[in-house]
């Protein structure tokens, strides 16, 4: 596992989130709204979007399992009400809360993902043969 790996696999997490939805427009859910492309083309993408989402969530769920998230989620919240104090960011703008959840559901995702990975390495133990919970 390397920097670059860690990187892509980082960035590969944010653009499937902020792909999928964000505030500025610019995102799957406005270009299904809109009216240029077919049906045939929308239904290929949402399913492409779809299996990486279960693939993705699948992955960070069997690596972490509910402690590991809980312990994940409770870093970035002590870290959002950390900037917060330091007035580095203002909780008070929902353009801000909005990034902030999609930048921690990303994160997520990524830290599950590389948890798996890091466990497979490590331990040899492969998530991939546990049964769904």
């Not at 960035?11 to 709204?33: H, I, K, Q």
């Not at 693939?55 to 069997?62: G, S, Y």
Request: net charge positive; proline share 5%; hydrophobic share 50%.
């Amino acid at each position: 596992m390397t920097i670059g790996g860690i990187l892509a696999r980082l960035l590969m997490c944010l653009a499937l989130v902020f792909g999928t939805w964000n505030p500025s427009g610019y995102c799957f859910l406005d270009w299904v709204r809109s009216s240029g492309p077919s049906l045939a083309e929308k239904a290929a993408a949402t399913f492409a979007i779809l299996t990486l989402y279960l693939l993705f969530v699948r992955i960070a769920h069997a690596s972490l399992g509910r402690p590991g998230i809980a312990a994940s989620v409770s870093v970035m919240l002590a870290a959002t009400f950390s900037l917060s104090e330091l007035d580095l960011i203002d909780l008070g703008q929902p353009r801000t809360r909005t990034y902030l959840l999609l930048t921690y559901t990303a994160l997520l995702l990524a830290i599950g993902i590389l948890w798996s990975l890091f466990k497979e390495r490590a331990l040899g133990q492969s998530n991939y043969l546990n049964p769904p919970p």
